[in-house]
């Protein structure tokens, strides 16, 4: 077998062969080849010791010097080197508490954890596949290397690693690991969230997200996400599903593009649903799931130590996902008002993927009203229409001129402005709004919490 090795990367092989050290490309790089997949980088596995690796090369960064790692730069390439390695006895299902290094490719091979990704490459030798890794990349099968229970006790994390490689690669597990992973799916409490967090995006975001289900199946989910567990099976019946919510929540997952704000968004946003459901006579209400569930999503995203600017856009998304609001102006000005413009683009994508997990029979119906929706505001949008606070032709200072007291009065009488304009663009005008603000200090109503729904 021959395989295409972007020249750096060869160049380090040789490089390393010609100081008499073993060396081949190793692991995901090899596999995503042979499956004729573009491999994200390129990682090297040698004999050589990290300090004999920095000799070699001139530009060497130490990554991960203690397990064996060394990133070498070439030009404005870089490739983890790691010399062959036996990972020694695991703590917690977590780390290896140590790691020796060895002489011995096999060795190495032996520790990695699919026989899919237990595969080497260099141009001299060919493919080293000990695990018959080649086999079960034809039979589309997710194997262990050696004893899967043995595996899993070493690392816990693999268990759900085996469901995110399934997903990538669209691949079945092998069922002896299968087994091995729901028998073991508890150890996943002992990972850390940040491991977790990563192999969970890497499944939502890969061509199979609905694969979380295979997940929910195998007991992973109860640990790592019991919030997903509760919508399994939970009924909806109203004329908008035909699924229930779990069912409704993969569709839509499949059906929005592979960005992880947005996965998580489509996981998340109905997780408030068997919370809220009340049923009258034969027809279940939801009354406020958005909320719920935005509140559900930001425990999870805190708890899997997501990074602030990811919670706050999946939380605000999940919230305002259920918004009804209608093709005209005023009613699309206001949504931008309340959802925000930085994030209504994917507003939009949400919305459309939710209207297509819905009942077909509403479907075309509710695509061509968002579809309305949508080009109504790129034209505010190009118009430049005032719709928040931010775009009045009045600030604060100009309010305190005219007489409004600085605090929670000022900022009411702002959003009260918009309110305004809203309704009637050409009151953004600066007398109008000032003479206006005077007239709305006095309005009993004006802390009013705004509403959530609005169809006007
Ligand atoms: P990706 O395309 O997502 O980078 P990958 O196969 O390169 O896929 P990585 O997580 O980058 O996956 O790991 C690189 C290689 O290291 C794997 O192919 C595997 O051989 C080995 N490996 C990584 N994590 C583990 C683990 N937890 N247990 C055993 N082997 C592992
Ligand atoms: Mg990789």
């Known amino acids: 077998m021959k395989m295409d090795i972007p020249s750096k990367a060869a160049e380090i092989i040789q490089e390393l062969a010609a100081h008499g050290f073993e060396a081949y490309a190793v692991g995901g790089c090899v596999r995503d080849s042979i499956l004729g997949r573009k491999p994200e980088d390129w990682d090297i596995t040698t004999s050589a010791r990290p300090e004999q690796v920095k000799a070699i090369f001139p530009r060497t960064v130490d990554t991960g010097i203690e397990h064996g790692t060394v990133t070498v730069l070439m030009d404005r390439e870089h490739f983890e080197v790691t010399t ?109 969230a940040e491991r977790i967090r990563v192999e969970l995006v890497k499944l939502l975001v890969s061509g199979h997200p609905e694969y979380i289900r295979e997940a929910c199946r195998l007991g992973i989910t109860r640990v790592i996400l019991p919030e997903y567990d509760r919508i399994v099976g939970v009924a909806q019946h109203t004329p908008n599903h035909i699924y229930d919510v779990e069912e409704h929540t993969l569709l839509a997952l499949k059906n929005i593009e592979a960005d992880p704000v947005l996965r998580l968004t489509m996981l998340f946003h109905d997780l408030g649903k068997p ?12 009354y406020k799931h958005p909320e719920v569930s935005a509140e559900i999503c930001r425990k999870i995203l805190r708890r899997l130590k997501f990074d602030n600017h990811t919670l706050e856009k999946v939380y605000r998304l999940v919230k305002w996902h259920g918004l009804k609001y209608l093709p005209n102006d005023i009613s699309v000005r206001r949504a931008l008002n309340r959802v925000g413009s930085d994030i209504f683009e994917d507003f939009i994508k949400v919305q459309r993927a939710d209207i297509s997990a819905k009942n077909p029979a509403v479907v075309p119906k509710k695509m061509k009203q968002l579809a309305e929706k949508e080009a109504i505001y790129r034209n505010i949008i190009r118009r430049g229409d005032c719709f928040a606070v931010r775009m009045l032709a009045v600030n604060g200072r100009d309010l305190l001129g005219a007489g409004i007291p600085q605090g929670p009065m000022l900022g009411a009488v702002l959003e009260r402005l918009v309110e305004r304009v809203i309704d009637e663009p050409e009151l953004n005008d600066r007398e109008r709004l000032l003479a206006l603000a005077v007239e709305v200090k006095d309005d009993p109503t004006i802390f009013d919490e705004k509403e959530y729904f609005f169809e006007h």
């Not at 977590?94 to 595969?119: G, Y």
């Not at 690693?161 to 990538?168: E, G």
């Not at 919370?275 to 939801?286: E, M, P, Q, S, W």
Request: glycine share 6%.
């Open 84 to 192: 062959y390695r036996v990972d020694g006895e695991y703590e917690d299902h977590r780390h290896p508490k140590e790691v020796t290094f060895t002489a011995s490719l096999e060795e190495d091979l032996k520790r990695r954890d699919f026989t899919i990704n237990a595969m080497a490459y260099n141009p001299e030798t060919g493919l080293v596949d000990i695990f018959n890794g080649i086999e079960d990349l034809k039979n589309q099968v997710i194997r262990c290397v050696g004893d899967p229970g043995e595996r899993f006790d070493e690392d816990a994390l693999r268990i759900l690693r085996a469901i995110r490689f399934s997903a990538q690669l669209g691949f079945q597990i092998d069922a002896a690991t299968q087994r091995a992973m729901s028998e073991r799916a508890k150890d996943l409490k002992e990972v850390s």
């Open 275 to 286: 919370i809220v459901k009340k049923t009258d006579g034969d027809r279940d209400i939801f």
